[in-house]
């Protein structure tokens, strides 16, 4: 077994966790480290629910049990966390809300099957109240700093989701994406963040802001983790209306020698007058070409278009549908932009909602024939980054310039992936998101790789290296 001292160090990536495990580590161990990880840090608000010990412990039983039984657990003792909208039967749901919070009665697909694959749940997240902002600071009750500078947002709004899995509180963390959420936060704490194309993880027992294009992201530390998760999650679950059965179309493992990725030209290029930020895009993509990319330029405007249609349309609605009733029922505890942002659902009529859907699909085929142009997308995540007063200041504006490179994937039906892409001159992290069509989730796990093996630095917000999957593969041998 590991000594106290190297698993106070230990990483939580799932490659050092299964080799601790194989040099005699217990999940047993491995649960008190992580209360004494996230102890240490228990005032920043990055957790809102913790499973106590003795329930841990009940956990790691049943694990140790189906281990013996020689049950197949792909994420043997990996712990994680939820996000606070996110159902587990006898725990709190209070999507950042007090006076919205429940009971859950049943537990959420993604959940179980996870814990199904063998990872432990150790509590619930915070977030940005009703899943409603880019931010991470719209959380009433208290909300949790970025991982590398506590002025700034942590982004949003899985805000704990990300924190958490960037300080090496947990392995991996499942959030909620309906704008931005699954990717904005991970590039702002340095980490992957992963969503999947829209029914390819169940949303069942998830608090929805858009039901019909909410998705499920995972964070991690690397994108092989994140796409591990995946693995277990993904598939159709009858009791999720658009949850899809996930075609079973093979794509290349390695990176191919010659690829084209797609980009905006200069006129939608908009970095909100950061010029670090619009650097950092710059150097992302030349490691790209070097990694054996040309870029090609497409029309953004279907994109950016499909964007906008998020907040400043019927589809708000949506959100109107799941939250509307208590905004209405006590206003006291919802935060002011929050509030006014799932008020404008009011201004929309049915035939608004009809029109908006076809606007939708006229820019989707859109999208999707420039698509048809390249391989993939690569965008910057966030354009920027704000100081927490500055968000304070203009909760509105700043928050949509985030979602400026993210809000277009779930209308349109793509898949993407956050990865790290260095940290700015300021010591500020920096995402890089690619994106595909429907589907193909699996296609951008390669180049997702070779860009994180590019860029190498630390995992998330911790002083451990990132490991080449080669270096990984061989260590193991």
């Known amino acids: ?109 993604v959940v179980a099957r996870l814990t199904a694959a063998g990872a432990i749940l150790i509590g619930k997240q915070n977030m940005d109240q009703f899943a409603t902002g880019l931010v991470g600071i719209r959380s009433p009750q208290g909300y949790c700093r970025n991982a590398f500078h506590p002025e700034y947002i942590p982004g949003g709004s899985s805000s704990g989701s990300a924190v958490a899995v960037s300080r090496g509180h947990v392995s991996f963390s499942i959030g909620s994406d309906t704008g931005g959420s699954g990717r904005v936060p ?66 290349p493992a390695h990176l191919p020698k010659h690829f084209r990725f797609g980009l905006p030209g200069t006129r939608h290029l908009n970095f909100f007058g950061d010029g670090l930020a619009e650097a950092q895009f710059e150097q992302a993509l030349g490691r790209l070409k070097a990694l054996g990319g040309e870029a090609v330029e497409i029309d953004f405007e279907p994109f950016a278009g499909a964007g906008r249609l998020v907040f400043n349309s019927a589809l708000i609605a ?80 700043l928050n949509t310039n985030l979602g400026y490179y993210t809000y277009f994937a779930n209308p349109l039906r793509l898949t993407a992936v956050s990865v790290p892409a260095g940290l700015r001159p300021d010591g500020l992290p920096f995402g890089l998101c690619l994106l595909a069509k429907a589907f193909e989730d699996n296609r951008l796990l390669p180049y997702a790789r070779a860009f994180q093996e590019s860029v190498g630095g630390k995992l998330g917000a911790t002083d451990h290296a990132y490991r080449s999957l080669a270096t990984v593969t061989g260590a193991a041998a």
């Open 318 to 397: 949506e959100r109107w549908l799941t939250y509307g009733a208590a905004i209405e029922a006590d206003e006291r505890h919802v935060h002011p932009a929050v509030r006014q942002s799932i008020l404008a659902a009011k201004r929309y009529s049915a035939a608004d909602a009809f029109d908006t859907l076809y606007t939708l699909e006229a820019y989707k085929q859109q999208a999707w024939r420039e698509l048809d142009k390249v391989d993939l997308l690569a965008l910057p995540t966030a354009a920027t980054i704000y100081r927490i007063k500055d968000v304070e200041a203009d909760p509105l504006t």
């Open 186 to 251: 991970a590039a702002l704490n340095n980490i992957v963040g992963l969503k999947p194309t829209p029914g390819r993880v169940s949303s069942d027992g998830f608090l929805y802001c858009n039901r019909s294009f909410d998705v499920a992201p995972v964070f991690a530390l690397t994108s092989d983790d994140a796409y591990s998760v995946l693995a277990s999650i993904e598939g159709h679950d009858p009791h999720d209306i658009y949850s899809v059965t996930v075609p079973t179309e093979k794509f």
């Open 1 to 109: 077994m590991p000594r106290l001292h190297d698993l106070q160090t230990l990483s939580f990536d799932f490659p050092s966790l299964a080799a601790a495990y194989h040099d005699g580590l217990s999940p047993r161990a491995l649960v008190q480290e992580v209360q004494r990880r996230i102890a240490i840090e228990q005032d920043q608000h990055i957790w809102t629910y913790l499973i106590p010990l003795e329930q841990l412990l009940e956990q790691v039983v049943r694990l140790e049990q189906a281990a013996a039984r020689g049950t197949r657990l792909p994420l043997f003792g990996l712990p994680f966390g939820v996000k606070d909208n996110i159902d587990v039967a006898g725990l709190p749901t209070s999507a950042g809300c007090a006076s919205f919070t429940y009971t859950a009665s049943r537990t959420a697909q």
